[in-house]
């Protein structure tokens, strides 16, 4: 998911007292982190986590296995070697309230100007651990869509011109306007946000199941076909 915005400092006042600064809680340094490897990535569980909390850090890591086998089984090799480049961290919470469940981290100097550990550059991070147990049910790819923003970013560079095609033919088209959620209602595609979502989301839809229609890949092949052989060619489907 797309990061942004700024940290403000909070100040409070005493009766009779100069403001005084609240510093902003600090994000969880590498060292508090297990490292782990799942299907071939390099993950690091938050210590907090596997302590605090270790049924719900066993069953967080049990779905991110889970998550990351299905990638294996339906990602092309070479473009596989190249997912399994990008770090993941999960821990227990975001402390700084901006990521609710899981993001890719493209930028260390964002992550450093707004208090986030920077080891996490180029990286996924599911921040918290119990969101990501729960939304998996309406979202079951979201560890391919945040794996698809770190191979659009690390491999095909962003402002892709063969993903940039695909988008605004779309976005000219207006197909993703209106459609389909998996709740039965109709909404305007996540995909229109940006040509990453837009990659983002195709990957999910062609390589395992997305909560906007096209949910699946015969349904993307007919609802946006330059969108699915846009896939094709980045991923390097044969």
Known sequence: MACGGLCLLA???????????????????????ELRRIEGWTVHVQKALLADTPD?????????????????????????????KIPIW?????????????????????????????????????????????WSHAQPSMVL????????????????EKVRAAFEQ????????????????TTRHYALNNDQEYFAELTEAYFGANDFYPFVRVELKQHDPAGYKMIRDTWGVK
């Open 11 to 33: 100040w409070a006042t005493a009766a009779g007292a100069a403001p005084q600064p609240t510093s902003r809680p600090t994000y969880p340094s590498t060292d508090q982190y």
């Open 56 to 84: 719900l850090a066993r069953e967080a890591v049990r779905l991110l296995e889970v998550k990351l086998y299905d990638i294996t089984r339906c990602v092309p090799p070479k473009a596989l070697a190249e997912l399994r």
């Open 90 to 134: 999960m821990g227990v919470r975001d402390v700084h309230g901006r990521h609710p469940c899981a993001c890719y981290h493209p930028s260390r100097d964002w992550l450093r100007e707004n208090g986030y550990n920077t080891d996490m550059a180029g990286a996924v991070e599911i921040s918290n651990a119990a969101t990501f147990l729960n």
């Open 145 to 160: 869509h945040e794996l698809a923003h770190g191979y659009h970013h690390r491999v095909l560079k962003h402002r892709n």
């Open 170 to 185: 779309a976005v000219k088209a207006k197909s993703y306007e209106s459609v389909l959620y998996f709740s039965g209602r």
